[in-house]
């Protein structure tokens, strides 16, 4: 594995999403919109309900446990362009021809399609924190944020998380044929994620930071199974003879 | 440089490429001409290690394309311009040609150098920051060539690197390819075109799926009619023509004011035919020796198909 090679192609794709004003504004609203919008909830509801902060203070470990749905979500929409983006653009060929490895390709792919939504994903948690912090802290008498949950969540939820939906999406690639259907397939990665958040909503389990890690640890495994699940599924002779 | 036997290509139930059997020397430029569906793509990515043969072998700069550490090999020494030139188009011509060349592990300050002589050469240096999606097919298709130059490989596939190009850009990637000649790498170059061929090619090979016919444009042009003798009259008169078909040349055709003879030794033959016509009242304007386009010998071979 040639680390400059990999750094090539992750830098490469970043450089194309920079310019894709469009995709780089998808990427970033949402995480903006649930950033800000999260906090005035909690406020809105405080003020209009004439709550305390400190009653509310589950719900904001279950907001938090939203932001590692969100950067599900977030990849899913750059892992799909990937490596099927490539096909459709008609890139891919000349990819292929260069004396780059099957796994230098989808390292690179990966972190390309990661990278991003992650850090994304740090800015909706960041303005996340910020905004609760200033609407909760007269009440509270303390800063709530930043927490050993959400440090969990940051820390290794998120980019764990990342990257579960990447190589879930590097696989879809494998086999789908357009952007469409592997962004469609490769959708169904979050399901997992929202059974979860509704556990944790009903009460089934309690999304605290223990959870967080255990998470983290199941998804550490399975993240290190799929790359070479993926690396064996990746196979450069159908994608260049049986894509269309 | 190249060099198959018996290389084989199925998918399936059908046959792309059957028993291809050719050599291609060092600096030589060789030509595939055929059909869509001939299999020239198909050889092409055979040879550049980008899919596998199902039958034969073929080597490339000495390496075994047939295994992963040959095909890997191969593609360190080979640059490749696919049918279509798949540039990443929202980034400049500079920054796709560096990514390319970081793949291929040109290092800097070899790279760069590289970069600002191809794009010096194709007239593009002052464009080089412009997003590729501004360029116009023919500046496209000339960095596509410069991106599978850009590492200095030792053979050049290309693949229909004309195509859909109007006739200006084709003439421009044309003059880029006669540049590489001269530069004396090694060139297998699969086209529709055969004046681009003859101007350009060393040696043809006629694939329609098999290989079915194979030398340099001249020895090709020899096998449809032999080297065929045009005689040019003031007029040609029915005793001309019967002067001429007494002498017994294989073929004899009168076209306007023209004669065409199919002759077996032109050199040995024509004086005699000379003198038979000026017996015969014919008065004679121009001789001239004439061997077949290579249209008609690829229509030829493609329509025999053998």
Known sequence: MRLEKVRAIAGKDLAVLRRRPNLLVSLLLFPIVVGIGLPLILDITVSRHHTTFASLLPLTDAFGFFFLILVVVLTTTLAAYAIVGEKVERSLEPLLATPTTDGEILLGKTLGAFLPPLGATYLGLGLFMALVDAFSRASLGYYLYPDATIAVFAGLGAPLAGLFSVEINVIVSSWAADVRSAQQFGSLVILPFIALYVAGEIGLVTLDTNAVLVVAGVLAILDLVLFFVSRGLFRREEILTRWR | ?306
Request: hydrophobic content about 40%; charged content about 30%.
């Open chain 2, 1 to 306: 440089m190249i060099e198959t036997q018996g290389l084989t290509r199925r998918f399936g139930e059908r046959t792309a490429v059957d028993d291809l059997t050719f050599e291609v020397k060092d600096g030589e430029v060789f030509g595939l001409l055929g059909p869509n569906g001939a299999g020239k793509t198909t050889t092409v990515r055979m040879l550049a290690g980008l899919i596998r043969a199902t039958g034969g072998t073929a080597r490339v700069g000495g390496f075994e394309v047939g295994s992963p550490e040959g095909a890997q090999h191969v593609r360190e020494i080979a640059g490749v311009v696919p049918d279509n030139v798949g540039l990443y188009e929202p980034l400049s011509a500079y920054r796709n040609l560096d990514f390319f060349g970081r793949l291929y592990g040109c290092q800097e300050p070899r790279r760069g150098e590289n970069i600002r002589r191809l794009l010096g050469q194709l007239g593009l240096w002052e464009e080089r920051d412009r997003p590729v999606a501004t360029y116009s097919k023919g500046m496209k298709q000339k960095i596509a060539i410069a991106r599978a130059l850009v590492h200095e490989p030792k053979v050049l596939f290309l693949d229909e690197p004309t195509a859909n190009l109007d006739p200006e850009a084709s003439l421009a990637v044309r003059e880029l390819l006669l540049e590489v000649r001269k530069e004396g790498r090694t060139v297998l170059l699969n086209t529709h075109n055969l004046d681009e061929a003859r101007r350009i090619c060393d040696r043809i090979g006629i694939l329609k799926t098999r290989l079915v016919a194979l030398g340099t444009p001249e020895m090709l042009s020899g096998t449809v009619h032999g080297r065929r003798t045009a005689i040019r009259l003031e007029a040609v008169t029915p005793a001309v023509l019967e002067a001429v078909r007494a002498l017994a040349p294989r073929e004899v055709r009168a076209e306007g004011d023209r004669l065409l003879l199919d002759l077996a030794d032109p050199a040995a033959e024509t004086p005699g035919i000379v003198a038979a016509i000026a017996r015969a009242g014919g008065r004679i304007r121009e001789v001239t020796e004439e061997s077949a386009s290579l249209e008609e010998v690829y229509l030829k071979y493609v329509r025999e198909g053998r």
